[in-house]
């Protein structure tokens, strides 16, 4: 949590360039904790930090995405009987449904098999366009990213910023898989 003094801070500061400058570190430290805030309220970790087997973000994996050795080979046939057409793996980072079967990605900062190498524009494409690293294909359902779009850019910045901050994990996420029955 932010203390109210600082947050103010923020607010007092955000449209002095100048001020920001002047403040160097402090400014980066300001965009890396407003970066946690917003990661923390909108619930990235709940998708993109592995589950333990009590349905509990496991921090020690913190925002690595689906873990590499949970093999997933294929979409379960759904829509099930009742209208159920979604479901969730275990570790709550594999979901199925009409698009197949989509893994949450690895945000940290690991330069092979997370976002080291991204510079803030590709993160800020990526949020925006709803594309796999700012310009490939379209992000698969569930990534809310219509609505993430809707941040601003300081808040995006401040968002790569904390990502940035992070320890960096390995964890070669998987490519999407197709529906069941190749739709
Ligand atoms: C409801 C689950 C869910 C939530 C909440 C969520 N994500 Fe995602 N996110 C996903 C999935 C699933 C993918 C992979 C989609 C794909 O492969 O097309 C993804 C992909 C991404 C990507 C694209 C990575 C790449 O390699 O191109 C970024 C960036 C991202 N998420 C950032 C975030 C951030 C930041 C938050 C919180 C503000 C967040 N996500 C919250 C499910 C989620």
Not at 17 to 34: K, L
Not at 91 to 117: C, K, M
Not at 148 to 164: F, N, P, Q, S
Request: aromatic share 6%.
């Amino acid at each position: 949590m932010l203390p109210a003094v600082l947050t103010g801070a923020i607010a007092a500061s955000a449209g002095t360039a100048a001020g920001q400058q002047a403040r160097g570190g402090a400014a980066v430290q300001s965009a890396v904790e407003r970066g946690r805030y917003l990661i923390t309220v909108q619930d990235c970790n709940g998708c993109h930090t592995p589950f333990t087997p009590k349905g509990e973000p496991d921090m020690s994996r913190m925002l690595s995405g689906h873990p590499q050795n949970i093999r997933v080979t294929a979409a379960p046939r759904l829509p099930l009987a009742g209208g159920w057409i979604v479901a969730i793996n275990e570790t709550n980072t594999a979901w199925a449904g009409p698009w197949g079967v989509s893994f949450t990605s690895n945000l940290t900062p690991d330069r092979v098999t997370g976002i080291g190498t991204w510079t803030e524009q590709i993160f800020i494409a990526s949020i925006r366009n709803g594309k796999k690293s700012g310009v490939g294909r379209d992000l698969l359902p569930p990534m809310p990213w219509r609505m993430y779009a809707k941040l601003t850019d300081e808040d995006l910045r401040a968002i790569y910023a904390y990502l940035m901050s992070t320890p960096a994990i390995s964890n070669r996420v998987p490519e999407p898989l197709p529906p069941a029955g190749g739709k």
